[in-house]
């Protein structure tokens, strides 16, 4: 296998070059951008990493953070985790190349810089469009996002750790051909969420120019955490299942950076499990108004009211919420938990969401009704949990967005997708075990990122002249094409951006194997909770 060097700010790098599927490409692998967040830097911000001295190789993948894998339940990764990725097709090109950083999803308790559920992806598909691709590892679940309302703890670690790689690609992107001046990032699920953070946040400014969220923005009811108290707060809570019961902040960081990091994620994972019907998460990004250098100085809300600014791309997929009806992660819904929502749908709810009801003015038995009539929740009526779960979790905090976007000037340059591609051959759908039909959560991701199926799950990769093979093609190219110039059809203009406010409906482009533009009516959608009552 041949090497490749490259001289970064920190040393020489020692990478390899691929030639696989007609595709050959640059990668260096396992790039420390950050100090192992270990010992006294548990728990805290980043610190950037030290030079080294001679080559250092590049070739592997660097560790993953510590979380568990939800298919064998077993904990794995290393508190040493803070690595990045760089693919690239040409080092030395006569033009520096648009730069494209993913930030991987997980709900922020799972998953990797390469890969997801425990599925390699490589680079090959986006790598091919003629960018320079980074990805990378943050801190995880109470390791990247513990906040005990004090400096010793003062959440959105993970957030930072990020932060601090986008600083490394401005500082070191040019030595791989890519254009610091021209950095779109991009993530799905939390990974959008996170993007969408980012860009609000005034601590990156500079750091990108442009961004794509899929299926994933910071209004969604699960992504920011406000404890209101600690008797409330999960780190207390975590605190005292480790054995340590106490309120006061400094007590439970010093016990809790003397627990195992295995441990401490385990169970951590317990307090989520037991949240199998709400899908509850507990360590996200948070208010760390008690932090010397704050993610966010002001409320979220705030810098949520003003808007992006920048181009932002963003959607969603067709079902998100069959998600939730995988019985191979999240373990089947019981009988006895089926009795539990038909007795009192609440619990199907999550806390955010319920505490808002009586403000959009519908309760919990209309709530109910608007999914499944006078059905009751059952094995047969899965479908009308996920339509629920879809629009709570994703679609509702996605038309939030999109209405801010509007008010605030900056519908000019939002664009608006729906993947609504149905693939006969879907790896997520065999790797969910999903049997309802539709097109679930995070599927889009296998046409962005070639995975690794053929060893784990007998599939074969889709043939050139194949649907799904279009559909690679097709969002690679709009995707790029968008961190390229801010638009993502540029020679056709087949995708719109948003209309302006005096229009209250959404167009957007309909993403199939004959994309064309379509819009959301305001009003009439099944999302539209404030409008139950009007219809």
Not at 33 to 61: H, M, Q, T
Not at 427 to 446: A, D, R, S, Y
């Amino acid at each position: 296998m041949s090497e490749i060097k490259v001289q970064v700010a920190e040393g020489i790098l020692t990478g390899i070059v691929e030639d696989r599927y007609n595709i050959r490409y640059f990668a260096f692998r396992g790039i420390p951008y950050a100090k192992p967040p270990i010992g006294e830097l548990r728990f805290k911000d980043p610190v950037p990493a030290k030079p080294w001295s001679g080559d250092r190789d590049a070739s592997k993948n660097g560790n993953m953070a510590v979380q568990i894998n939800l298919f064998t339940h077993a904990i794995e990764g290393d508190e040493d985790c803070l690595y990045l990725n760089v693919y690239t097709t040409k080092i030395e090109p006569l033009e520096k190349r648009p730069v494209m950083v993913w930030v991987h999803g997980g709900g922020f308790f799972i998953g990797c810089g390469n890969a997801i559920f425990n599925v390699e992806q490589y680079p090959d598909y986006i790598i091919e469009k003629d960018v320079v691709l980074v990805s990378l590892n943050y801190r995880l679940d109470v390791l990247g996002f513990l906040n005990l309302n004090d400096k010793v703890a003062s959440g959105n670690q993970g957030l930072k750790d990020i932060v601090l790689a986008l600083k490394w690609i401005q500082k070191n992107i040019s030595k791989f051909g890519g254009d610091s001046e021209n950095v779109t990032i991009f993530g799905e699920s939390a990974g959008g969420a996170i993007v969408h953070c980012l860009a609000l946040s005034p601590v990156t400014k500079g750091l990108f120019h442009k961004i794509i969220a899929q299926s994933g923005v910071a209004t969604n009811p699960w992504v920011l955490t406000e404890w209101k108290n600690k008797t409330t707060n999960k780190s207390f809570q975590l605190a005292e299942k480790l054995g340590k019961t106490t309120s006061d902040p400094k007590v439970a960081y010093e016990f809790l950076k003397t627990i195992d990091a295995k441990k401490l994620i385990e169970n951590s994972y317990m307090l989520f499990a037991a949240e199998r019907l709400s899908f509850e998460l507990h360590f996200t990004p948070s208010l760390d108004y008690e932090s010397s250098d704050p993610f966010f100085p002001e409320h979220p809300k705030e810098y949520i009211s003003r808007g992006i600014k920048m181009p932002f791309l963003l959607g969603l997929t067709r079902n998100e919420g069959l998600f939730f009806t995988s019985s191979n992660i999240f373990g089947e819904i019981s009988m006895e938990q089926l009795e539990q929502i038909n007795a009192n749908f609440k619990k199907a709810i999550l806390p955010k969401v319920l505490s808002k009801l009586p403000e959009i003015g519908i309760t919990v038995n209309e709530l109910k009704s608007l999914y499944f009539g006078k059905n009751k929740m059952s094995k047969e009526t899965l479908i009308n949990y996920a339509n629920f779960k879809g629009d709570e979790f994703f679609v509702r905090g996605i038309m939030d967005v999109l209405q801010i976007q509007k008010s605030t000037g900056s519908y000019k340059s939002t664009y608006l997708y729906h993947f609504n591609y149905e693939s006969n051959t879907s790896p997520m759908k065999t790797v969910l075990q999903l049997e309802l039909p539709g097109v679930c959560h995070t599927e889009e991701i296998f046409f962005l990122f070639r995975p690794e199926i053929k060893n784990k799950f007998n599939l074969s990769l889709p043939k050139r002249n194949s649907e799904d093979y279009k559909i690679i093609n097709h969002l690679t190219q709009m995707w790029t094409d968008f961190a390229r110039t801010g638009n993502p059809t540029p020679i056709t203009n087949l995708w719109l951006p948003l209309s302006g406010p005096q229009n209250k409906d959404y167009n957007y482009l309909n993403i199939d194997i004959n994309s064309q533009m379509k819009i959301f009516r305001h009003g009439k959608e099944r999302w539209d909770w404030e409008s139950y009552n009007k219809n």
